[in-house]
């Protein structure tokens, strides 16, 4: 018999002395508790010293460090300087606020390791029972199909593929957009998230190919608008293929009239996707959710769970209402991915329903904290911050020197410092100033937009951290930082 060389040492990532990584883990955990129990007490931000920051262009570490040296350097380096969307003034773009159990699930997820590109294991049951419960709250039938992708962008674009495979009139998987007689036209209203523009793009559609139809004072879609440019499209021989409504755009949390909308669709013989990435979660939310009404009439629908079931980052979700039209625009069996009748592979294939192969446990946070807090406190927490924005709006209202830059329809406020007569780039100016300075001094966190041409404040309540004497603070805050500004510049 022949020697066959062995190797001298068989290494493995597992840690040498089991009883240290103990110590080590449980002071992460100790630490991380303390971390998010005392959020309220720190500044939302502090000031990045430059050697922390310098300490990012480290070099490529060749050798081991012991892992209570590498937390160390991320105790040090890394927890201080967060987005502080953790924190309760953050209202800042839009996104949720996080929670431990949410947090416990991303560890767990990845301590059970399974990659959820699908086979017959406990975690793709979750995964599955995970999307039906999302499936449910949005009033979707058990005949609908689902898939848990990486955010509200992702679930848009799996939601206007399945549009643009059934609307084309071909077989676009093998004949590819080029061959579509007659080009598509999509539609969305002026307020529509820039995510659809990439997806057109992305679906080889063209950026003019998605139809920006002017929105109302409300900053609803214009019907009448919607109608007219369907019928000129018709006339200039393309196919009005599908129209995204929002419920709940980024700018102002506008929503869209689904039901109208909906009629129109059937009407026409176009696909409905609805962008629900912010008020999809409604249909939980007793006092609110009149407000999306017919959003489970969409033939594809985005939401969010990274936003208002603040799950960590990232976790989005496409639901389409027919399963197979689903499926035909992503399933691909290739000889090495073959369903058998037992084992590991006796199942159907997850990544059969998105773009991704390998797919990330996203479900087992979504699970846990659904599970802990239940659908009903999610349903209160969202109401909570609805009744927020409108008790800040009437704060904006009542007050001669603060403006109401937009209606508030759900979470969303847009308003401006105008302590008097003021034009309008001096109160750009002057109000971004103060939107930067409350950032800086780590009081609050709002962001800035501009509605129907006004530039505006705009603090997105997305956050179960928030009390009213928070939004009271702001106020507050804006107008002595405002008058700091004017006063001493
Ligand atoms: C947040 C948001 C998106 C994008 O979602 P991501 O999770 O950030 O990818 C799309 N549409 C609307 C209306 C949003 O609010």
Not at 75 to 93: A, C, E, V
Not at 175 to 186: D, M, T
Not at 294 to 321: R, T
Request: net charge negative; proline share 4%; with cysteine.
């Amino acid at each position: 018999m022949t020697e066959i060389d062995q190797p001298k040492i068989e290494e493995s990532l597992d840690p040498p002395d089991w009883a240290t990584l103990h110590s080590t883990a449980h002071q992460i955990i100790d630490d991380a508790i303390s971390h998010v129990r005392d959020v309220r007490d720190r500044p939302l931000l502090q000031d990045m010293p430059t050697a922390v920051r310098d300490a990012y262009a480290a070099p490529l570490p060749l050798g081991s460090t012991a892992l209570d040296d590498v937390y160390a350097e991320l105790k040090s380096n890394l927890l201080p300087y967060p987005m502080g969307n953790i924190h309760p003034r953050f209202w800042m773009w839009y996104m949720g606020s996080g929670s431990f159990s949410g947090a416990l699930g991303e560890f767990l997820a990845a301590i059970d390791g399974s990659n959820l590109g699908g086979g017959n294991f406990a975690g793709a049951l979750m995964d599955g029972q995970v999307t039906n419960w999302l499936k449910k709250m949005m009033g979707f039938p058990e005949t609908a199909s689902g898939t848990l992708v990486s955010g509200g962008s992702m679930a848009n674009i799996v939601g206007l593929t399945v549009a643009r495979n059934a609307l084309a009139g071909i077989d676009v998987r093998s004949e590819g957009v080029a061959a579509i007689k007659q080009p598509l036209s999509y539609y969305a209203s002026d307020q529509a998230h820039s995510c659809h523009q990439k997806a057109v793009e992305l679906l080889g559609l063209g950026n003019k190919a998605l139809r920006r139809v002017p929105s109302d004072s409300d900053l609803c879609m214009n019907l009448a608008e919607l109608r007219r440019r369907i019928d000129e499209d018709r006339d200039a021989g393309r196919r009005p293929a599908c129209v995204i409504a929002t419920a709940g755009t980024v700018n102002t949390g506008a929503i869209d009239d689904l039901k109208a909308i909906r009629q129109l669709c059937d009407a026409e013989g176009l696909w409905l996707h609805v962008d629900g990435c912010i008020g999809a979660l409604m249909t939980i939310a007793p006092e609110n959710r009149h407000l999306v009404d017919g959003i489970e009439y969409a033939d594809s629908l985005a939401l969010d769970p990274h936003k208002w079931l603040h799950a960590p980052f990232e976790a989005g979700c496409a639901i389409i209402k027919d399963a197979a039209l689903h499926r035909d625009a992503f399933a691909v069996h290739p000889e090495y991915l073959e369903e058998k009748p037992r084992g590991i592979a006796a199942a159907e294939y997850l990544q059969d329903y998105n773009l991704q192969t390998s797919r990330g446990f996203r479900a087992l946070k979504i699970w846990m904290t659904l599970k802990e807090h239940g659908v009903e406190k999610f349903g209160r927490l969202i109401d909570q911050n609805i009744a927020q924005a409108r008790y800040l709006t009437e704060m904006v209202n009542e007050d001669a020197e603060l403006e109401l830059a937009a209606p508030t329809t759900v979470n969303i406020v847009c308003f401006r410092y105008k302590p008097a007569e003021l034009a309008d780039d001096a109160l750009e100016t002057l109000n971004t100033e103060i939107m930067i300075r409350l950032q800086e001094s780590g009081t609050a966190a709002v962001s800035d937009t501009t509605v129907k041409g006004r530039h505006c404040l705009r603090a997105a309540i997305c956050n179960h951290r928030t009390r009213l004497s928070d939004l009271e603070l702001l106020l507050r805050e804006v107008k002595a930082v405002g008058l700091e500004v004017l006063e001493n510049g």
